[in-house]
């Protein structure tokens, strides 16, 4: 237990120890306990024993559920008239290891996306785009490569990426009614490729009435987020998005169908 961070002491019992929390005004704390600062320990993405069973699921083949719904896109409204969508790739882990209520995107990419559109939380993001992942179900985890060994001095990110079919997520894209929507933003490359795009990140496209943006996916896996200059670049991308769907909710009366770009 780190003791200078939580103001715990062991103290002997019977041969073993027990814990006791001293309060923070407690004179016998002693003043280095109060002040050290430690750096945070590397904590994977993922825990250990989890990987080992994620990578199996990957590597067997067996992830993918059979019949139609390999290729249904998952995807939330919190309301009917959002003109906006944010598609990812698929949920992190299989379903049984979500928390009850889990939705896509939710957690640390819905907090840097809000942040980036200049919004003052998640709900207010989700007020104006629907949510969703191209795949329903979750793949299987990539296998670290060597060169990315913590260990070894690696630390550029903590996340290893999952596995991505593209087939099955071109599959999936050509489901989706892009005309309901007034802007479509597509969270990293992969979900690029599967719309058949080609653009370069924060880019954007015309669409069957839509605006295509491809933007850099909000997790730790992507390395565009280590360069400040990079974040200040997509907020400047993700606030005007955000400005022109608005504007042209307005003009078509809430009725994103009415005009195209």
Not at 159 to 168: K, R
Request: with cysteine; aromatic share 6%; net charge positive.
């Amino acid at each position: 237990v780190d003791v200078a961070r939580h103001g715990v002491c062991a103290v002997g019992n019977h041969g073993g120890s027990r814990l006791l929390r001293r309060r923070p005004d407690d004179p016998h704390r002693s003043s280095s306990s109060r002040t050290a600062k430690r750096p945070a320990p590397y904590r994977p993405s993922k825990p250990r024993t989890l990987k080992k069973e994620l990578l199996l699921l990957g590597k067997r083949g067996k992830a993918a559920p059979s019949g139609r719904s390999r290729w249904r896109p998952q995807i939330v409204r919190e309301r009917a008239d959002c003109a906006g969508l944010v598609l990812g790739q698929a949920p992190p882990a299989p379903k049984r290891l979500l928390p009850r209520g889990w939705r896509p995107l939710a957690g640390p990419a819905e907090q840097r996306l809000a942040k980036l559109a200049g919004l003052r939380s998640p709900s207010e993001l989700w007020a104006e785009f629907d949510r969703g992942n191209l795949l329903s179900w979750y793949p299987g985890l990539k296998e670290r490569s060597a060169k990315q060994d913590v260990s070894k001095g690696y630390a550029l990110h903590t996340s290893d990426g999952d596995i991505f079919p593209i087939e099955d997520a071109r599959r999936a894209a050509r489901s989706i009614d892009l005309g309901r929507y007034a802007y479509v933003i597509l969270l990293g490359n992969n979900v690029s490729r599967a719309f058949g795009l080609k653009p370069g990140l924060l880019q954007a496209i015309n669409r069957d009435g839509s605006r295509l943006l491809t933007f850099p996916h909000p997790s730790g896996v992507s390395h565009f987020w280590n360069e400040r200059a990079n974040v200040q670049r997509a907020s400047r991308v993700m606030r005007r998005a955000l400005k022109a769907m608005r504007l042209r909710q307005k003009r078509c009366g809430g009725d994103t169908r009415k005009r195209a770009l």
